[in-house]
């Protein structure tokens, strides 16, 4: 979004600004509105409408004219669902201990923990990758230092269309990939409620008596 607003006009810190204020700003109303979209959708469903609401805005903005307001809605409308979906990973991260621990008996929050953040940086990674492609292809300008200030570049047309790929068709075939695997999430409904049953009642059974303790102690 940066790269795009600083190439896209010569206003470009300000328009960068605005874009990002309003992603964010969409993001963390998401966010705060986790618990109670929470209440009335499972997992699974929530990442299939978030995942259809940003494809379809990504989309949406690929065919539209670039200006301020068309990318600003777009963007307002974008970061909703990635704020909603970026909050609940980190629930689902929790249940998928639980659901280590209803299936073996054991709990694994190393191993889940240690997963995730090479997940984070092999997402990391190939986000760089990527945007690192279509920049030498689409033979983006770098700013030119004068006078201890960068100054940017004016981009080709082809570059243009490259830093539009970077925030439109590309997000959304990240979005369609998402759907994907939440196909295989099953653990919603009655089957997460079960799980958690019965490790509760597992915990409880392994659990020392205590009046077993306090004869112990005397």
């Given at each position: 979004?940066?790269?795009?607003?600083?190439?896209?006009?010569?206003?470009?810190?300000?328009?960068?600004?605005?874009?990002?204020?309003?992603?964010?700003?969409?993001?963390?109303?998401?966010?705060?509105?986790?618990?109670?979209?929470?209440?009335?959708?499972?997992?699974?469903?929530?990442?299939y409408i978030?995942?259809?609401?940003?494809?379809?805005?990504?989309?949406?903005?690929?065919?539209?004219?670039?200006?301020?307001?068309?990318?600003?809605?777009?963007?307002?409308?974008?970061?909703?669902?990635?704020?909603?979906?970026?909050?609940?990973?980190?629930?689902?991260?929790?249940?998928?201990?639980?659901?280590?621990?209803?299936?073996?008996?054991?709990?694994s929050e190393?191993?889940?923990?240690?997963?995730?953040?090479?997940?984070?940086?092999?997402?990391?990674?190939?986000?760089?990758?990527?945007?690192?492609?279509?920049?030498?292809?689409?033979?983006?300008?770098?700013?030119?230092?004068?006078?201890?200030?960068?100054?940017?570049?004016?981009?080709?047309?082809?570059?243009?269309?490259?830093?539009?790929?970077?925030?439109?068709?590309?997000?959304?075939?990240?979005?369609?990939?998402?759907?994907?695997?939440?196909?295989?999430?099953?653990?919603?409904?009655?089957?997460?409620?079960?799980?958690?049953?019965?490790?509760l009642q597992?915990?409880?059974?392994?659990?020392?008596?205590?009046?077993?303790?306090?004869?112990?102690?005397?």
């Open positions: 979004i940066g790269m795009f607003g600083k190439s896209f006009t010569i206003n470009g810190a300000a328009l960068t600004t605005l874009l990002l204020v309003g992603w964010g700003v969409s993001g963390y109303l998401g966010m705060i509105l986790t618990p109670k979209i929470c209440a009335k959708f499972n997992f699974r469903q929530i990442y978030s995942s259809v609401i940003g494809m379809v805005a990504c989309i949406a903005l690929f065919f539209m004219e670039k200006n301020l307001v068309n990318i600003f809605v777009c963007m307002l409308i974008i970061g909703f669902p990635f704020g909603i979906v970026s909050n609940i990973n980190y629930s689902m991260i929790a249940d998928s201990v639980d659901y280590v621990e209803w299936k073996t008996g054991r709990r190393g191993v889940t923990v240690s997963f995730q953040t090479l997940m984070n940086k092999t997402m990391t990674a190939l986000q760089s990758g990527v945007v690192s492609v279509v920049l030498i292809t689409s033979k983006f300008v770098q700013p030119l230092k004068v006078n201890g200030e960068l100054v940017v570049q004016e981009q080709s047309s082809k570059t243009i269309n490259g830093l539009i790929l970077l925030i439109t068709l590309l997000p959304a075939l990240g979005w369609a990939l998402s759907i994907v695997p939440m196909k295989y999430y099953t653990f919603i409904g009655d089957e997460r409620k079960q799980a958690h049953r019965e490790i597992r915990r409880e059974q392994t659990q020392p008596d205590k009046s077993d303790l306090t004869e112990n102690v005397d």
